[in-house]
């Protein structure tokens, strides 16, 4: 008797894989249209916006945008080598490197679209608390089931396809759907 039992379970697990797996779909669509599009990746754009705040050195460029020291200064040489970022001694101490927006920088920047996660941000911020903590509850917890909760990870939505090691035009010549906002 404990077959029905049993199928409802698969089910849902199934329903909640589909879900994760729409999920993983939309950043990475996403991640897509914005490589294509403007010739970014997510993590460029990223450090691109938190550079825009003015100019710093790599490692507090980490730590504002949460990724790895190396990760900012593999970032950081790539746009660098695009002419979007310019490095610079400091005046005040010498052995400090600064990286700041070049004009090409800032005019890219300014082009680009919203960052997936700020979209999210703000429609998450319109919830109710109680409702934001069941999520946040959920999903840590799916994390733990995926053995994923003690993986380091940013506050950044982006494919692991195009995450950054590509420069434009490296990614698949795809057709992209538009993006459909309202989150339907």
Known sequence: MSEPSEKVHDDLGEAVLIAM???????DLHSKRLML??????????????????????GELARKV????????EILARLQRRGLVVRSR???DRRCVLNRLSAS????LREAPPLLQEAFTARFAGLAQDEQQRLLTSLQRLAELMDAETLDAAPLLSSG????????GATEEAVVPPVIEGGH
């Not at 797996?21 to 950043?27: E, K, Q, T």
Request: net charge positive; proline share 6%.
């Open 21 to 27: 797996r729409r999920l993983m779909r939309a950043v």
């Open 37 to 58: 599009s403007h010739g970014l990746t997510g993590p460029q754009l990223l450090v691109l916006k938190a550079l825009d705040g003015g100019a710093c050195a790599v």
């Open 66 to 73: 949460r990724l790895s020291q190396p990760t900012a200064a």
């Open 90 to 92: 400091s005046h005040s």
């Open 105 to 108: 920088g800032a005019r890219k």
């Open 161 to 168: 396809g195009v995450v950054d090691g590509a420069e434009p």
